[in-house]
């Protein structure tokens, strides 16, 4: 619990104190909430494992399916209208903003076992999912990407990428600073 609470220190300046992440931050009650509702739901107890998971729904605007898959040090930032899920798989040190959803498509009618298919993305080690945005279907977004505020993401995505847009394109690489543009006394100057 101690190393979930300091990445989120390392990673969001406001954040003041553990204290202040458990008793006030969503994305930390909702995390607690799907490890609970996960396990019952490896225990096979769906209905309780449901329950659990839609009541941290009604606490904190966050919903995670109890299926989903969360690595370590998820960080759920703001939080309100998030929804991940029943077969997204998130890896370690993976951050998330408000309204982003890991959507799911119908899986084909003639699908023999509809109910076990993969239909939810991937997020792999080190992602960050900017506000609004959306990843959908059974899409691997490789480790270190950055997608974009209100990007729609359909495809899968290479390590490293930078993707913004309707549909979302990659325009950088993730492991150098993104800086299209440098203010300069008030000024915006393409670099």
């Given at each position: 619990?101690?190393?979930?609470?300091?990445?989120?220190?390392?990673?969001?300046?406001?954040?003041?104190s553990k204290l202040s992440l458990v008793l006030?931050?969503?994305?930390?009650?909702?995390?607690?909430?799907?490890?609970?509702?996960?396990?019952?739901?490896?225990?096979?107890?769906?209905?309780?494992?449901?329950?659990?998971?839609?009541?941290?729904?009604?606490?904190?605007?966050?919903?995670?399916?109890?299926?989903?898959?969360?690595?370590?040090?998820?960080?759920?930032?703001?939080?309100?209208?998030?929804?991940?899920?029943?077969?997204?798989?998130?890896?370690?040190?993976?951050?998330?903003?408000?309204?982003?959803?890991?959507?799911?498509?119908?899986?084909?009618?003639?699908?023999?076992?509809?109910?076990?298919?993969?239909?939810?993305?991937?997020?792999?080690?080190?992602?960050?999912?900017?506000?609004?945005?959306?990843?959908?279907?059974?899409?691997?977004?490789?480790?270190?990407?950055?997608?974009?505020?209100?990007?729609?993401?359909?495809?899968?995505?290479?390590?490293?990428?930078?993707?913004?847009?309707?549909?979302?394109?990659?325009?950088?690489?993730?492991?150098?600073?993104?800086?299209?543009?440098?203010?300069?006394?008030?000024?915006?100057?393409?670099?």
């Open positions: 619990m101690s190393e979930f609470l300091q990445s989120i220190i390392d990673r969001d300046p406001a954040a003041k006030t931050y969503p994305g930390v009650k909702a995390v607690f909430f799907h490890r609970l509702a996960n396990f019952f739901s490896v225990a096979k107890f769906d209905l309780v494992a449901r329950i659990i998971s839609q009541f941290s729904r009604f606490l904190t605007g966050i919903e995670i399916h109890p299926g989903a898959k969360i690595g370590k040090n998820l960080f759920i930032d703001h939080g309100m209208g998030v929804v991940i899920g029943e077969t997204s798989e998130i890896g370690n040190n993976v951050t998330i903003y408000h309204m982003v959803t890991l959507g799911g498509i119908s899986p084909s009618i003639n699908s023999n076992d509809q109910r076990h298919i993969k239909r939810h993305p991937t997020l792999k080690d080190n992602v960050v999912v900017g506000s609004g945005a959306q990843i959908l279907g059974p899409v691997v977004v490789g480790k270190n990407s950055k997608i974009g505020a209100n990007a729609v993401v359909t495809k899968d995505v290479p390590e490293n990428a930078v993707m913004i847009g309707i549909p979302a394109k990659n325009v950088g690489t993730a492991t150098e600073e993104f800086k299209p543009y440098a203010v300069t006394n008030g000024d915006i100057n393409k670099e």
